[in-house]
């Protein structure tokens, strides 16, 4: 099993930046595809964006591209997400997550996903 302990997140002015940071206790880029997804209130699940197998490949969704930026320190088996130009449409629970499988499907529905923490955008 993969443990993702996730932290950042927290209240900001729209505009304004925050970077969330997601510890894996595995982190093995040719076995699991690691990615963000949020949550809002009587909204859907929207996933953010994944790095793939290959380590370098990234893929967002549409809303935050040029916006929002993953990385990863294999490392410190850490993922991140730079979050800039907020929105109050970006206020949501943020949840990393990790699956085998590397697709949008696969992201919003992953095997193994971290506690979440809220960002508010006002």
């Known amino acids: 099993d993969v443990q993702l302990v996730e932290s950042g997140g927290g209240s900001v002015q729209a505009g304004g930046s925050l970077r969330l940071s997601c510890a894996a206790s595995e982190y093995t880029t040719g076995t699991y595809c690691f990615g963000w997804f949020r949550q809002a209130p009587a909204k859907k699940r929207e996933g953010i964006g994944y790095i793939g197998k290959d380590g370098s490949t990234i893929t967002y969704e549409d809303s935050v591209k040029g916006r929002f930026t993953i990385s990863q320190d294999t490392s410190k088996k850490t993922l991140y997400l730079q979050m800039n130009s907020l929105k109050p449409d970006d206020t949501a629970m943020y949840y990393c997550?990790?699956?085998?499988?590397?697709?949008?499907?696969?992201?919003?529905?992953?095997?193994?996903r971290s506690q979440g923490t809220q960002v508010t955008v006002s």
């Open positions: 997550a990790a699956e085998r499988c590397c697709d949008w499907w696969c992201l919003l529905d992953p095997s193994y």
